[in-house]
C-alpha cells in the first residue's frame, strides 16, 4: 500500500535503487518540478489566506491557513510553506508548517509537515511530524494532475507516522457552503492505515481548492473565509 503513489508519479520520478534521496528508496528530479502550485483543485498562491470552522464537542474549532512566500529546500525541490494554525474556543490547540510542489505534469507533492501540538501556549508534542528524505519517509501526492473515479494514491508517506490515503469518488459534486455553492467539485475519501475505520470525505472546488470536509459522524468543517 505504501508505494502506491508511485503508479501517479509520472516524469518526476527517477527509480533510484542505491537509496537516493536521503535513504527513501527513490529519488526525485528536481528538474521536474515547477516554480508555482497551480492545480485549479489545489491552487497556492502566496499571500493567500483560508479560514475553516466546525463544531466539535470540545468547542469552535477555527483553522487559519496561509499561503507564504516562503521556501524550504526538501530533497533538491524548492517546496512552498503553508502555514496552519488551528483554535479551539479561541486557543492556539496546534500549529503547523507544510511544504508542498507541482510537478510538469501537474500533479501537487506533499514533502512533509512540522506540525506541533499546544496546551496553554507550550508545546507538548511534535507527533505526525515529517520530512521526505528523513527517517525513510517519501513524498507523497496531495493531489492529482487529473483524478479519475475509483483511484486510490498515497498522501503521506512515513512508515508508523503518517500514512494518509484518498480515493477519488467524484468529480462533479455541488457543494453548498456559507461562502456560496460550488458546482464541477472533486470528491476524494481519505483514510489512513494507522487510524482503521477512521474516514473523511473532502470536496475541493475548481480555482478554490478544499471548501469542505465530512467526517464519519457527518461533522462539517467548512471553508469560512478566503482573502
Request: aromatic content about 8%; glycine content about 12%.
Amino acid at each position: 500500500m505504501k508505494r502506491i503513489a508511485i503508479l501517479f508519479l509520472g516524469a518526476a520520478l527517477v527509480a533510484a535503487c542505491s537509496g537516493g534521496g536521503g535513504g527513501s528508496g527513490f529519488q526525485l528530479d528536481p528538474a521536474m518540478f515547477v516554480a508555482d502550485v497551480t492545480n485549479p483543485l489545489f491552487p497556492l498562491s502566496p499571500g493567500t489566506r483560508y479560514v475553516f470552522e466546525a463544531d466539535t464537542d470540545e468547542g469552535l474549532e477555527r483553522v487559519e491557513i496561509e499561503v507564504t512566500d516562503q521556501r524550504k529546500e526538501i530533497l533538491g525541490v524548492s517546496c512552498i510553506v503553508v502555514h496552519a494554525v488551528e483554535f479551539v474556543d479561541g486557543e492556539m490547540v496546534e500549529d503547523t508548517l507544510d511544504w508542498f510542489a507541482q510537478d510538469v505534469d501537474g500533479n501537487v507533492w506533499y514533502f512533509g509537515e512540522d506540525s506541533k501540538e499546544i496546551e496553554s501556549g507550550v508545546v507538548v508534542s511534535t507527533e505526525g511530524s515529517w520530512e521526505a528524505g528523513v527517517d525513510g519517509a517519501e513524498p507523497g501526492i496531495v493531489m492529482l494532475a487529473a483524478p479519475t473515479v475509483g483511484t486510490t494514491y498515497q498522501q503521506e508517506m512515513a512508515p508508523g507516522e503518517a500514512e494518509d490515503m484518498a480515493t477519488v469518488l467524484a468529480l462533479d459534486e455541488t457543494v453548498t457552503i456559507p461562502l456560496g455553492t460550488y458546482t464541477g467539485c472533486l470528491k476524494t475519501e481519505d483514510f489512513t492505515p494507522l487510524e482503521p475505520g477512521v474516514i473523511e470525505n473532502k470536496f475541493y472546488a475548481p480555482g478554490v481548492g478544499l471548501v469542505l470536509e465530512v467526517d464519519e459522524d457527518g461533522n462539517r468543517t467548512e471553508l469560512v473565509e478566503i482573502e
